[in-house]
């Protein structure tokens, strides 16, 4: 094939300058039987594809989603992030599963961001459940995906994301803290308040910028006397 005799950077340079035939040697790349063919072009289709909105005018979701069954872990990272950009509805499913079930982190990192992009409310129970995924780089990618839906029922998760002290970075309970804030319910309110003794810092800070947002949203009454009897317990700790 053609795509295996021009280099991967020869053909993104002609296709980023709207040669459609250097285009579809890509395409016909995403499912040649040599492993370094197939990398090669998805790689170049997702650096080609960002910004652009390609949707209409092609149809690869097939070789997309077949892509992430692949054994190579950086043609399913490339299908996953071609898939989120192109914001393929036809492919949650499969991402989903991806999500769940994928060997490499990075891969199920990748899926929660492309879930995020697609933002199709179904996904929402897979997100949840990937909170409790082993990698911290997977459950902040989760969080950050699920602050594209704003979802009553990712409030219990996302408590229980902001209480996980497995970590010893706390970017996850930050980040949870924030979209809790950002979902507004005075749910979460008793957690939040628990979350003010947090030991480090930046987890406070979101945390209090939270309180504050779902107190102003939903006029609660005598907050400033439970903030007070928190910062008590915290000065004395």
Same mark, same amino acid.
Request: aromatic share 4%; hydrophobic share 40%; charged share 35%.
């Given at each position: 094939?053609?795509?295996?005799?021009?280099?991967?950077?020869?053909?993104?340079?002609?296709?980023?300058?709207?040669?459609?035939?250097?285009?579809?040697?890509?395409?016909?790349?995403? @499912?040649? @039987?040599?492993?370094?063919?197939?990398?090669?072009?998805?790689?170049?289709?997702?650096?080609?594809?960002?910004?652009?909105?390609?949707?209409?005018?092609?149809?690869?979701?097939? %070789?997309?989603?077949?892509?992430?069954?692949?054994?190579?872990?950086?043609?399913?990272?490339?299908?996953?992030?071609?898939?989120?950009?192109?914001?393929?509805? @036809? %492919?949650?499913?499969?991402?989903?599963?991806?999500?769940?079930?994928?060997?490499?982190?990075?891969?199920? $990192?990748?899926?929660?961001? %492309?879930?995020?992009?697609?933002?199709?409310?179904?996904?929402?129970?897979?997100?949840?459940?990937?909170?409790?995924?082993?990698?911290?780089?997977?459950? @902040?990618?989760?969080?950050? $995906?699920?602050?594209?839906?704003?979802?009553?029922?990712?409030?219990?998760?996302?408590?229980?994301?902001?209480?996980?002290?497995?970590?010893?970075?706390?970017?996850?309970? %930050?980040?949870?803290?924030?979209?809790?804030?950002?979902?507004?319910?005075?749910?979460?309110?008793?957690?939040?308040?628990?979350?003010? *003794?947090?030991?480090?810092?930046?987890?406070?800070?979101?945390?209090?910028?939270?309180?504050?947002?779902?107190?102003?949203?939903? *006029?609660?009454?005598?907050?400033?006397?439970?903030?007070?009897?928190?910062?008590?317990?915290?000065?004395?700790?």
């Amino acid at each position: 094939a053609l795509v295996q005799r021009v280099s991967r950077e020869a053909l993104t340079k002609m296709c980023k300058k709207g040669d459609r035939q250097a285009f579809d040697m890509l395409v016909e790349g995403l @499912e040649n @039987e040599k492993e370094t063919v197939r990398e090669n072009a998805f790689e170049a289709i997702d650096d080609i594809i960002q910004g652009q909105d390609l949707n209409k005018s092609l149809d690869i979701t097939d %070789a997309l989603i077949t892509g992430l069954e692949d054994n190579n872990s950086k043609v399913r990272y490339y299908a996953v992030s071609i898939l989120g950009k192109l914001r393929a509805l @036809e %492919a949650v499913n499969y991402l989903m599963n991806t999500l769940l079930e994928d060997k490499d982190y990075h891969v199920r $990192a990748e899926s929660a961001w %492309a879930l995020g992009e697609i933002k199709d409310s179904k996904a929402i129970s897979s997100l949840h459940k990937a909170l409790k995924d082993p990698e911290r780089f997977v459950r @902040e990618k989760v969080v950050l $995906a699920l602050d594209n839906f704003a979802d009553l029922s990712s409030i219990d998760p996302l408590i229980e994301a902001l209480q996980d002290k497995r970590d010893e970075n706390n970017r996850v309970r %930050a980040l949870s803290a924030l979209m809790l804030g950002k979902i507004g319910s005075p749910k979460a309110i008793k957690s939040l308040l628990e979350a003010l *003794k947090d030991t480090f810092s930046d987890v406070r800070e979101e945390t209090s910028q939270a309180l504050q947002k779902i107190v102003r949203i939903n *006029k609660v009454p005598n907050i400033t006397d439970l903030l007070k009897e928190v910062l008590t317990e915290v000065e004395q700790e």
